[in-house]
C-alpha cells in the first residue's frame, strides 16, 4: 500500500514539474500580452493574473504590476480589476510582515467587493484579513474573519475554496499547541484537497500536519510530512511554503539531536526566505538558530541570531505598527457601523414609505369611490328630471294632466 501511494506521490511530482514549466510559459505569454495591450480592462486583468503568478518567485516585480494593475482599474472605473489588485497587494505586504499595510489593502479589496457582490471576492478577503490578524497575535479578530469566509463559501457551494478555511483554523489552533482540534482541521484539509487535486493546499496540509506530528513528539511522523509538504511546494515554485518547511525540517532535525543537518536546512530556509523578503519566516528562523547554536554550545553564535532575533520582532510589532493597524481597523468598524446605520434607517425608510403609501392609497380609493357615488348620484338626479320634463311636455301634448 505505501509503494502505491509512493507512485502516485512520484506521478504528481513529474505532472507538478511539468506544470512549472506550463507556468513560466504562462508569464512569458502574459508579459507579451501586456505589451499589446491597450489602456483597457483587458489590460487590467492581464497586470493581475501576471503579478498574481509572481507574487511568491518575485514579489516585487508583482507589486508593481498589481500597483499598476489598480491605477489602471480607478482610471477605467473597473471595481472588479481594482479589487484583485488591491488583493495582491494585501498578500505582498502581508508576506513582508507589513500587517498594517496588509489589513488596509484587504480592506479595501473587501470593501469593493461588498459593494458590487462578489461573494467569492468577499470571502477570500476575509480570509486574507484573517491571516494578517492571525500572524500579528489577534486570534479572535482572526477567527471571526476566518469563520465570516467560510459562511460566505458555504453560502455560495464553493466546496473547494474551504479547505483554506480549515487550514487557517487549524493554524491558529497549532499556534495555541491545541494538536487535537489541529488535528481534525488539518486532516479535513488534507482529504478535501486530496478530492479536489489541489496541491497547494495538500502542501500545506501536510505541513500543518507535521507540525501536530512535531507537537507530540512523533518525530518520524513529522519528518514524513514535512517532506512531503517541501517536495510538493519545490515542485510549486512556492518561495513561501519552500521556507516554513525547510524551517520544520531543520527543527525537527535539531530536536533529534542532529545540529549538522538542522542548520543545514535553516540556512537553506534563510537563502530562500532572505530572497523573497518573507520577514515573518526570517524572524522565527534567527530564534531556531539562535537554538540551534545553543544545542552546538556556541553560545556567541547563538547571541548573534537572538539580537537578530530581537531586532526583527521589534521591526514587525512595534508600536507605530500596531498603531497603524489598529487605526485602520477601528477606521472599518466605523465604516461599517454607520453602512449598517445608512442601512437601518434606509429600511426604517422604507417601512414608513411604504405604510404612507397604503394610507394614501386607502384615501385614493375611498376619495375616489365617494367621488363616484357623488357622479353617478347626480346623474341619476339629472336622468330622473330630464325624464320628468319629458312627461311633463308630453302630457302637454296629449292633454293629460299628471299634476
Known sequence: MKSFFRNIFCAEL?????????????NDSLGRLI??????????????????LLR??????????AMKAQMLAVKLNFDKGDADAYNTIGVIHYRKGEYAQAASAHFSALNIREMIGDKQGVAFSYINLGNVFSDEGSDSIALDNYQHASEMLSSIGDEKKIPIVYLDICSIYLAEKNYKDG??????????????????????????????????????AAMEQFTTAWKISEALDD???MTDNAMNIGNVFREQHDITHALEWHFKAENIGRSISYLEALRELYDDLSKDYI????????YVYQVRFKELSDSLFNDENTSALNSITEKWDNDRKEKDLLQKQKADFDRKFSAMRLEQDTWIIAGGTLFALIFFGIIFTLRRKLKNAQLIILSKEDGINTE
Open 14 to 26: 513529474i505532472f507538478l514539474m511539468c506544470a512549472h514549466l506550463y507556468a513560466q510559459h504562462v
Open 35 to 52: 505589451l499589446k495591450d491597450a489602456e483597457d480592462t483587458s489590460k487590467v486583468v492581464h497586470l493581475n493574473k501576471l503579478a498574481w
Open 56 to 65: 511568491s518567485s518575485a514579489p516585487d516585480s508583482a507589486m508593481q504590476l
Open 183 to 220: 488535528l481534525t482541521y488539518a486532516l479535513r484539509a488534507r482529504d478535501a484537497a486530496v478530492r479536489a487535486q489541489d496541491s497547494t493546499v495538500l502542501a500545506e496540509a501536510c505541513n500543518n500536519l507535521g507540525v501536530v506530528f512535531d507537537g507530540r513528539e512523533n518525530f518520524a
Open 239 to 241: 518561495k513561501m511554503s
Open 295 to 302: 544545542a552546538k554550545k556556541n553560545f556567541e553564535e547563538a
